[in-house]
């Protein structure tokens, strides 16, 4: 079997086409992908052709969410064997800057990002990538779970972040797959109460079905009023913003309980956004924004294997790698409808 790849070649345009087999550099491995997720970034570069100021130029390969087995070792790889199972950490940092030094590698300023402009993503059926950032999949592990385990990274950090542990109190702003996986990993951590607010039904029902102890419909109720209700008027004790919206933004200071923490996970499209300081300030609240993570894959892929965590219910459609263009135009139109696509590779 050749290699395929899915390219972007306009604003909601997709071709697939034959490309080049990968060879494994010194370090590389060559992984045949099985399962790739559609991130919210991908959706908004095709839709947009931009997110601040990464521009999509020229035709371009999305997707960064992967997991497949291990075709083909390059030189030096031992720690890996053809057959292997893995699950890729899409960003290759430096290893030399101060923050890849100090363990901070989500801050590194020469990362290569899969789906990141310039870079292309992994939309293909095979790709040749470091050895050190394929993580081996357990016995017991799919390689579909595989490619939630980058998505997974991110509630994790923010529940990390926020401090979430036993017997906290924790709301999240947003139930698409990131909010999702913020409430596994809450809910891992300890956390006894988790609220989840959203727009949309079908993503407040999953969020009901992974374990939220209530949700709030943003379109028809009082985010602020129902919260602080079943939060004895306290608020929570850490609110994490993950839906990327001003508006959820602007809510959080109005949502923390006094000396909590607000997590700002999403990114909001706009680059200037009003926010009551003051009301954070009388909270006495921290704010703590995140980007990516950092040193979790190990800890994600054993949190799988051991059970404490069960991402498999997220995902709510799965499409073939031939009708990639479709899962696209679904995850935009019929957004009330999806959670969250995987493409069968």
């Not at 890849?100 to 293909?124: I, M, Q, S, W």
């Not at 985010?223 to 959820?248: H, W, Y």
């Not at 000396?259 to 006495?284: C, E, R, Y």
């Amino acid at each position: 079997m050749g290699n395929r790849a899915a390219f972007m070649t306009g604003i909601r345009k997709m071709e697939l086409r034959d490309v080049p087999m990968p060879a494994a550099k010194a370090g590389e491995v060559v992984v045949k992908l099985e399962y790739v997720g559609i991130c919210g970034s991908d959706v908004h570069y095709y839709e947009h052709g931009r997110i601040g100021d990464y521009i999509v130029r020229g035709d371009y390969i999305l997707g960064h969410e992967c997991a497949g087995v291990v075709t083909e070792l390059g030189e030096g790889v031992s720690v890996l064997a053809p057959g292997d199972r893995v699950a890729l950490e899409p960003g290759a940092t430096c290893g030399e800057c101060e923050y890849c030094k100090t363990g901070r590698y989500n801050l590194c300023p020469d990362v290569v990002f899969l789906a990141t402009p310039p870079y292309h993503g992994c939309f293909e059926n095979y790709i040749a990538f470091p050895a050190k950032l394929a993580f081996k999949l357990p016995d017991g592990i799919s390689t579909r779970e595989g490619a939630l385990v980058e998505p997974l990274n991110v509630g994790l950090e923010a529940a990390k972040t926020g401090g979430v542990t036993l017997g906290s109190s924790v709301a999240i702003l947003g139930a698409g797959c990131i909010g999702l996986t913020a409430l596994l990993a809450s809910k891992a951590y300890g956390a006894a109460d988790v609220t989840v607010v959203d727009v949309i039904g079908k993503r407040l029902e999953k969020a009901l079905e992974l374990g939220a102890t209530r949700v709030i419909d943003a379109s028809r109720q009082d985010v602020e009023k129902e919260l602080l209700a079943a939060t004895g008027g306290e608020g929570a004790d850490i609110v994490m913003e993950t839906a990327g919206s001003s508006r959820t933004t602007q809510q959080a200071p109005f949502l923390v309980k006094r000396g909590g923490t607000i997590v700002l996970v999403g990114m909001a499209p706009d680059d200037v956004i009003p926010f009551n300081f003051a009301k954070l300030m009388g909270q006495v609240a921290d704010l703590r924004p995140i980007f990516r993570y950092k040193n979790l894959y190990p800890t994600a892929i054993k949190a799988l294997a051991s059970g404490a965590i069960d991402v498999s219910g997220i995902v709510t459609h799965e499409f073939a790698f031939d009708d990639i263009a479709e899962a696209f135009r679904v995850n935009i139109d019929d957004k009330a409808d999806v959670v969250k696509i995987v493409i069968k590779i």
